[in-house]
């Protein structure tokens, strides 16, 4: 007589084959997050970039009368953002993008002055490109909550 399990034996064969085939796929897709480096990369980028915006001649005047400890709670919101918007750990600790811009009057110059640091930055970190332009991809996303005087 016919064993009735033996039509499960090439079925579970095929299965774990394509378990063997999946894990290592899995595994290999990391974060853009994880890619960056993790936290401590994360933290650094950020640093570098929140000190060329305090000291830029255009820019800085809008983080003029801004004392030591409200210097380090923007890096630190930003640091959560962009942990949180690549993937990682992070909690959100800054308010929408829409509520801390909004009537600041920004125009699209400075925008991209602001976003130019951020290249020199990933630049300067040697990001390579295909995290360098997802990161600024996620970035520019954010344009359109922030810049308020187009043509300017
Ligand atoms: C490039 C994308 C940008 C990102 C990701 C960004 C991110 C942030 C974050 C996280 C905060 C803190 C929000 C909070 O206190 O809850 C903030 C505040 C601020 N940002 Fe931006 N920002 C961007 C572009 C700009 C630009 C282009 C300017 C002007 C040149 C600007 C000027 C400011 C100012 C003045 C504040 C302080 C607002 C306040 O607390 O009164 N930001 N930004």
Do not use: W
């Amino acid at each position: 007589m016919r064993n009735q399990y033996l039509p499960a034996v090439p079925i579970f064969f095929i299965m774990g084959a394509m378990l063997c085939f999946s894990i290592p796929a899995l595994a290999v897709e990391k974060t853009l997050y994880e890619r960056l480096g993790g936290y401590d990369a994360v933290s650094a980028v950020v640093d570098d970039f929140a000190n060329k915006l305090f000291n830029d001649p255009v820019v800085g005047a809008r983080f003029f009368g801004m004392g030591d400890d409200t210097r380090e709670a923007f890096r630190q919101k930003n640091k959560n953002l962009v942990c949180r918007v690549t993937g990682g750990p992070c909690k959100i600790i800054s308010r929408s993008a829409s509520q801390t811009h909004d009537g600041l009057g920004i125009k699209a110059s400075e925008f991209a002055i602001v976003a130019q640091h951020l290249v020199d930055t990933l630049n300067k970190f040697k990001v390579p490109q295909k995290e360098h332009d997802e990161l600024m991809a996620i970035i520019g996303s954010l344009r359109p909550d922030i810049v308020e005087i187009e043509g300017q």
